[in-house]
């Protein structure tokens, strides 16, 4: 759709909800103040109070709407609870005395030629009580709605995170177990068996710690960083003795506070094994694979771009779902670079401090 189409659809859904608000609105009130509370019954009177309801409905509708969506965004109800809701009775409360003034003033204006002292002066008290206390109530009708769809928002991004967890678990776990990572363990090992069995004794061992590993970490949702450096080291240690010279890794992430720092389980494994999955490995073109720390904000992972022909079988979630729990965690995210040479993924990072 062209964009002047969808601006003149805005337009014209706004325009609706203001007729609406006018004809609705202002008739309801217009019919209750003056038929049924009213001493006259006059159509002329009628009418007029129609009009002068109508364009105060719209005025308090529409305007408390919108200070109700920005304070929606300054001041979030899950974040601030009882500064939002004194925030919002003070400025919806303002907000409608003030535009009721100014409705009653232009109407005595406009339609009576009252003069603005005149029309201060005869103000009536019980007319301010009255917007006050509709006010009051239409503010209580939006401040439970808003909370409870910021309730409502923040159970369904839970149960989305957990989704995402689990999910990014299964990829890992998928490639973990499946026949070919299965296969090609298995078939080392029996190679090594007879070359070296102290090799080949560490090599069970270092893949049962990562075994180990994906299943105590299947409910966590953070973990130290120091925990997972480990079972990297385990199955780079893995990856080293099954691809030999093909494959040249560096980790250089020592640091005096790296105890302070917990990180989402099996992430620095899942984007090796991204990186294995999508690039050419051998001793011709070694896949070079880098672990560092990137200033004081993110853990970085970068490998050379070699990019294979084939397409691997892969489910395709696993970056992703690592970016969402991400973002949902906290404000930052991951931060992704390719270039012509090179592909890196920085993950942000987390302290107990902000857990």
Same mark, same amino acid.
């Given at each position: 759709?062209?964009?002047?189409?969808?601006?003149?659809?805005?337009?014209?859904?706004?325009?609706?909800?203001?007729?609406?608000?006018?004809?609705?609105?202002?008739?309801?009130?217009?019919?209750?103040?003056?038929?049924?509370?009213?001493?006259?019954?006059?159509?002329?009177?009628?009418?007029?109070?129609?009009?002068?309801?109508?364009?105060?409905?719209?005025?308090?509708?529409?305007?408390?709407?919108?200070?109700?969506?920005?304070?929606?965004?300054?001041?979030?109800?899950?974040?601030?609870?009882?500064?939002?809701?004194?925030?919002?009775?003070?400025?919806?409360?303002?907000?409608?005395?003030?535009?009721?003034?100014?409705?009653?003033?232009?109407?005595?204006?406009?339609?009576?030629?009252?003069?603005?002292?005149y029309s201060i002066k005869n103000i009536d008290k019980g007319f301010v009580t009255t917007v006050v206390v509709i006010?009051?109530?239409?503010?209580?009708?939006?401040?439970?709605?808003?909370?409870?769809?910021?309730?409502?928002?923040?159970?369904?991004?839970?149960?989305?995170?957990?989704?995402?967890?689990?999910?990014?678990?299964?990829?890992?776990?998928?490639?973990?177990? &499946? %026949?070919?990572? =299965?296969?090609?363990?298995?078939?080392?090992?029996?190679?090594?068996?007879?070359?070296?069995? +102290?090799? $080949?004794?560490?090599?069970?061992?270092?893949?049962?710690?990562?075994?180990?590993?994906?299943?105590?970490?299947?409910?966590?949702?953070?973990?130290?960083?120091?925990?997972?450096?480990?079972?990297?080291?385990?199955?780079?240690?893995?990856?080293?003795?099954r691809f030999q010279d093909a494959i040249e890794i560096e980790v250089n992430l020592a640091g005096e506070n790296k105890?302070?720092?917990?990180?989402?389980?099996?992430?620095?494994?899942?984007?090796?094994?991204?990186?294995?999955?999508?690039?050419?490995?051998?001793?011709?073109?070694?896949?070079?694979?880098?672990?560092?720390?990137?200033?004081?904000?993110?853990?970085?992972?970068?490998?050379?771009?070699?990019?294979?022909?084939? &397409? %691997?079988?892969? =489910?395709?979630?696993?970056?992703?779902?690592?970016?969402?729990?991400?973002?949902?965690?906290? +404000?930052? $995210?991951?931060k992704i670079e390719e270039s012509e040479t090179h592909f890196s993924v920085s993950i942000p990072i987390i302290t107990?401090?902000?857990?």
């Amino acid at each position: 759709m062209p964009t002047d189409e969808k601006t003149a659809n805005v337009i014209w859904k706004e325009l609706k909800k203001v007729a609406a608000h006018f004809f609705l609105g202002g008739g309801s009130l217009a019919f209750l103040f003056t038929v049924v509370f009213g001493n006259y019954v006059g159509i002329q009177e009628f009418i007029t109070d129609w009009i002068f309801n109508g364009t105060l409905w719209v005025a308090l509708g529409l305007g408390n709407r919108y200070i109700f969506d920005w304070l929606d965004e300054k001041m979030p109800w899950l974040d601030m609870p009882i500064g939002r809701t004194v925030a919002s009775a003070a400025t919806t409360i303002a907000y409608s005395v003030f535009v009721a003034f100014l409705v009653f003033i232009g109407f005595a204006y406009l339609i009576y030629g009252r003069s603005l002292v005149y029309s201060i002066k005869n103000i009536d008290k019980g007319f301010v009580t009255t917007v006050v206390v509709i006010t009051i109530l239409v503010s209580m009708f939006f401040h439970g709605r808003g909370f409870f769809i910021a309730w409502r928002k923040a159970i369904q991004e839970a149960e989305e995170n957990k989704r995402l967890a689990l999910s990014a678990q299964y990829e890992s776990l998928k490639n973990q177990v &499946n %026949p070919h990572f =299965l296969f090609n363990s298995f078939n080392v090992l029996s190679t090594l068996v007879y070359k070296d069995a +102290d090799l $080949a004794a560490r090599f069970i061992q270092q893949l049962t710690k990562v075994y180990r590993y994906v299943l105590e970490t299947q409910d966590s949702e953070l973990v130290p960083l120091d925990k997972e450096l480990e079972v990297l080291d385990a199955y780079l240690f893995l990856l080293k003795i099954r691809f030999q010279d093909a494959i040249e890794i560096e980790v250089n992430l020592a640091g005096e506070n790296k105890e302070d720092i917990v990180i989402l389980p099996l992430t620095l494994q899942m984007l090796t094994e991204n990186a294995i999955k999508h690039n050419i490995v051998s001793r011709r073109d070694p896949l070079k694979l880098s672990y560092f720390f990137e200033g004081n904000d993110y853990i970085c992972i970068r490998n050379n771009l070699q990019l294979r022909s084939d &397409n %691997p079988d892969s =489910l395709g979630v696993g970056l992703p779902n690592i970016q969402a729990r991400y973002e949902y965690l906290g +404000d930052k $995210a991951l931060k992704i670079e390719e270039s012509e040479t090179h592909f890196s993924v920085s993950i942000p990072i987390i302290t107990l401090k902000e857990v």
